[in-house]
């Protein structure tokens, strides 16, 4: 998992402004006033910029509880996936508004990964990760979460039975 790349690509996207956050914000809640498009689009980026810090930290609850092993993989598919430059909201041509599905995507697999007896990270998913779904066209959610179920679907059986849980049955 190379967080520096990533943090590449979050610093190319910013550099091509941060007004398409809120331009983003505005066609998705036409109704909302100036200053809560404002607020979402500022609350959008800090999220976005946390990915690398999440990742890591995620990493490394992961080596802590003798996981990583088993998270690894899950981690870094999230980061190519993060770091693949054609997907369902590229980028390359939306700048920021881009980087939301990836961010979803790394969000929503940590999600997914707390439901264990111990966290992997001690921060709080759900608001962040309710905030960019209820942004996002509803395919394009679907999509995201069937991508996230299915990379922790790979390892279920793993991570159950190193949580010491009981392995699924196929």
Do not use: C
Request: glycine share 4%.
């Amino acid at each position: 998992m190379n967080l520096e790349e990533i943090q590449a690509v979050i610093d190319s996207a910013k550099a091509r402004g941060t007004d398409q956050l809120a331009t983003y914000v505005r066609a998705r809640l036409p109704d909302a006033s100036d200053g809560d498009v404002h607020d979402t689009a500022e609350v959008l980026l800090e999220i976005i910029e946390s990915v690398p810090l999440v990742l890591a930290a995620a990493a490394q609850g992961a080596k802590e509880r003798n996981l990583a092993h088993v998270v690894q993989p899950v981690l870094d598919r999230a980061a190519r996936y993060f770091l693949h430059p054609v997907d369902l909201m590229p980028e390359m041509t939306l700048g920021l508004p881009g980087l939301l599905d990836d961010t979803y995507l790394v969000l929503r697999i940590l999600q997914v990964l707390e439901e264990g007896p111990e966290p992997l990270v001690e921060w709080d998913l759900d608001h962040p990760t309710a905030l960019i779904r209820s942004l996002l066209e509803d395919t394009i959610g679907q999509q995201l979460d069937a991508i996230s179920a299915l990379a922790f679907e790979e390892v279920a059986d793993e991570v159950r039975q190193a949580w010491g849980a009981e392995p699924l049955d196929a």
